[in-house]
């Protein structure tokens, strides 16, 4: 990256201290129990992030939380795209929106996110064949081939499954271009990761062999064909072959169980904690401020998935259940 560890010690200085104010699980459990969605909020809106905002508008505050902090930090880290891998996903939804809205006809504007690398008007000039130096490329290339394939198949999910690819290609090829080690591993782990949930969620459908071969990605630890071979074999399979990681026993347990997803979101979760644990024990280096984005991320996630069930009245242990697996409890 061209830049000493050093360099980050101001960043990692202030990740610390925003991380100290973010809400905690123990709020979110709190909010949970909350007689209404009014009520939960209140709870919540000591924290920074809903600092004079009404409950009605958390979605879009929310939002904006997140975007600037995507902002902060590439304004403390020089600006190098250290966030990207973090907000590919964002492009990919919008892409997605962009392709799907296309060949339907119909206006999804209000589907698309802020947040992201890109905008939403140059990704649309990009898949239409003008090249924008602001446009990852893989994501231009995987947009013109989504909308070619969608025309011919008319399969919504393999607009998915397509500009899914681009992503996990582009977090990977962002790491490795900055060349943090502690921001490859979690790209790999993220990764891996998105590769045994789908081999799961395939299983549990039935899905065949064919569907398999497409929608692995060889940008983790294991190639595409390793993965579809494990998966003609079953969970035993997909757990023999996971059990190679360095997290691999850990993983391959609630693999056993084929009923409940969310035994596997807890165990995701906790691997991940302890991956950003590990890093932001380091005073110096990028660590402190990667771990600090992927809580914040979790921060969001948690805070939406509570209003949300509140607003539409789920129960208090079904969002219970939900923060588990969200914070790996």
């Known amino acids: 990256m061209g830049r000493k560890d050093t360099d980050y010690l101001h960043a990692s200085a202030r990740t610390s201290y925003l991380e100290n104010k973010m809400v905690t699980e123990s709020q979110l459990m709190r909010a949970a129990g909350a007689g209404s969605v009014q009520e939960a909020y209140n709870i919540l809106s000591s924290n920074s992030v809903f600092k004079d905002r009404k409950w009605e508008d958390y979605r879009t505050t929310l939002e904006k939380d997140l975007t600037d902090t995507y902002t902060l930090i590439e304004d403390i880290t020089g600006n190098i795209g250290l966030t990207h891998v973090f907000r590919y996903h964002i492009d990919g939804h919008n892409m997605k929106v962009i392709v799907k809205s296309r060949q339907t006809g119909e206006d999804r504007s209000d589907l698309y996110k802020s947040g992201g690398t890109v905008s939403v008007s140059n990704m649309e000039?990009?898949?239409?064949?003008?090249?924008?130096?602001?446009?990852?490329?893989?994501?231009?290339?995987?947009?013109?081939?989504?909308?070619k394939r969608f025309a011919q198949t008319g399969d919504p999910q393999t607009v998915d499954l397509i500009i899914d690819a681009a992503v996990m290609k582009m977090m990977k090829g962002k790491a490795l271009k900055l060349g943090d080690p502690l921001l490859i591993e979690y790209v790999m782990t993220q990764i891996d990761m998105i590769n045994i949930a789908t081999a799961l969620r395939l299983?549990?459908?039935?899905?065949?062999?064919?569907?398999a071969e497409k929608v692995f990605s060889d940008e983790g630890s294991f190639s595409r064909s390793e993965f579809k071979k494990a998966f003609s074999e079953g969970y035993d399979g997909i757990?023999?072959?996971?059990?190679?990681?360095d997290y691999g026993e850990a993983v391959s347990k609630p693999i056993e169980n084929t009923e409940d997803v969310i035994f596997f979101e807890i165990m995701k979760e906790n691997i991940m904690s302890e991956l950003f644990y590990r890093m932001r024990v380091w005073a110096f280096g990028t660590g402190p401020?990667?771990?600090?984005?992927?809580?914040?991320?979790?921060?969001?996630?948690?805070?939406?998935?509570?209003?949300a069930s509140k607003e539409f009245n789920v129960s208090v242990k079904e969002i219970e259940r939900g923060l588990s697996g969200i914070y790996g409890s």
């Open 289 to 307: 401020v990667i771990s600090f984005l992927y809580f914040k991320e979790r921060e969001i996630r948690g805070c939406r998935f509570v209003l």
């Open 239 to 245: 757990r023999k072959l996971v059990k190679k990681l």
């Open 203 to 211: 299983m549990r459908a039935d899905a065949d062999g064919r569907m």
């Open 125 to 147: 000039e990009a898949i239409g064949g003008k090249h924008l130096d602001s446009v990852n490329r893989v994501l231009a290339e995987a947009g013109a081939e989504a909308v």
